[in-house]
Structures are given as structure tokens and as C-alpha cells.
């Protein structure tokens, strides 16, 4: 994930005020799409710390992955219209917007599914938005995030069709550690 700003972050960085704490603003100042995780990890006491604090910031509106923010868009653009709209090219994603810095976390995966919840749900669905949110604040395991991922991508499916559902659960199970094998 590359984080960049959001509107949110240039007001909280404008002078007078302060709402963060002094290392999350040195987040947001660092935040340029261009930093990974790896960048913003030596301002905390470890990368798990920083991945916490960056997701917090996703959270709360300040930082979102322009990657992540294409694919949304994507797969918004693709959702059937109330008037039938004249027929245009598919949208293509590229693989590359699939790339991402850093290991398989639930971190990395909560912040993609919030990034989608506001997307996609905020403005459509409210109350769905704000049940998955809390959802996924409560989720502590894989498990959870999956059954998490799996009511959104049911909503998903149902506004943008299966090919778009499709191409996030892929997305997500490349975010996802992988499943623990019990011996």
C-alpha cells in the first residue's frame, strides 16, 4: 500500500489544527503515494505499529491507497445504472494497481474492505456501511474477515455483477495470511 492524503489530512495538516498525535501527522506528511509501510515504520517502535496507526488513519478517513481507490471506482463505474446507458468499453484494472508492499496481514486486508465499505456502501446502503464497519473493527481473526468479505462481496455481486465480486475476493485472498494448517 502506498497511502496518499485525503482532503480530511490537508485540513488536519493546515496550521492550528491538531488533532492527531505528532507521529501521525509525520504519517500524513510522509504520505505521498509514493512511501510504503516500510517508509513510515521507523517512526514507530515497530512495523506492527506503524501498520496499526496507518490503518487507523484509512480508517478515519485521512489516508486511502489510490490503488485500492481505482479498483473501487472500477467496479462502481461497472454497477447497472437506473436508466439503461449507451454501451461502452469494459473496464480493465491492471495487475500491476494488485501489487502491493508489505506482508499478508489482517491489517492490510481490514484496510482494503474499509476502503471498499466507504466506497461503495456509504452513500447506497448507510446502514449496511456502518454494520460492516463495526464489524470489522471487532474482527480479530481470519476467519472473521472472511465472513466479513463475504457479505460485501454478496453486495458487490449484487450492484456490479460477478466479475467485479470475483476480481476483489481474489484481491483479498492475496491480502489475507494464508490459512493455518493444523497437524
Known amino acids: 500500500m502506498f497511502p ?3 482532503d480530511k489530512a490537508r485540513d488536519e495538516l493546515q ?3 491538531r488533532t492527531l498525535s505528532q507521529r501521525e501527522r509525520a504519517l500524513l506528511l510522509m504520505a505521498d503515494g509514493r512511501r510504503s509501510l516500510t517508509d513510515f515504520s521507523p517512526l514507530f517502535a515497530s ?11 484509512v480508517e478515519r478517513g485521512y489516508l486511502h491507497d489510490p490503488r485500492t481507490v481505482a479498483v473501487v471506482e472500477a467496479v462502481e463505474a461497472a454497477a447497472p445504472e437506473p436508466q439503461p446507458a449507451p454501451a461502452t468499453e469494459p473496464i480493465h484494472v491492471s495487475t500491476a494497481a494488485d501489487a502491493f508492499d508489505g506482508k499478508r496481514s489482517l491489517a492490510t486486508t481490514r484496510m482494503f474492505l474499509f476502503d471498499i465499505c466507504e466506497r461503495m456502501f456509504v452513500r447506497r446502503d448507510p446502514r449496511f456501511a456502518l454494520q460492516m464497519r463495526d464489524a470489522l473493527r471487532e474482527a480479530r481473526d481470519r476467519e472473521a474477515m472472511l465472513t466479513i468479505a463475504a457479505l460485501m462481496l454478496t453486495e458487490v455481486e449484487k450492484t456490479a455483477g460477478a466479475e467485479r465480486a470475483e476480481s476483489l475476493r481474489e484481491r483479498i485472498e492475496r491480502l489475507l495470511p494464508p490459512a493455518e494448517v493444523m497437524h
Open 15 to 17: 496550521g492550528g489544527q
Open 47 to 57: 512495523r506492527g505499529d506503524a501498520e496499526q496507526a496507518l490503518m487507523t488513519l
Open 4 to 6: 496518499t492524503k485525503t
